[in-house]
């Protein structure tokens, strides 16, 4: 019975999932306008968006007094996540 419950949630879930966008350059466009087509945060609703996630690199490589700084940047091609990592060192 369990298992067929999890099947159930399952093919739900994948039913009511909707498409994901592909970001398929740096920056989201061959230019790196950085700009998202999202179309559900409007000037009515942004004051009540809050912090989803929060990731914290670690003192161990990133100190607050180290000169460099990481960023990430991912990409969707395909339904497939890809990210690159950049260290850029400040002077």
Do not use: K
């Not at 161990?60 to 990409?75: D, E, K, N, P």
């Amino acid at each position: 019975m369990a298992g067929r419950l999890r099947y159930l949630v399952g093919l739900v879930v994948l039913l009511v999932a909707r498409p994901c966008v592909a970001w398929e350059s740096w920056g989201g466009d061959p230019g790196g306008s950085r700009f998202s087509p999202l179309r559900q945060i409007t000037s009515d609703n942004v004051g009540q968006l809050v912090r989803a996630f929060e990731f914290h690199t670690g003192g161990r490589f990133f100190a607050a007094s180290s000169a460099i700084a990481l960023t990430i940047v991912a990409l969707v091609i395909a339904g497939l996540r890809w990210r690159r990592r950049r260290r850029i060192r400040s002077t």
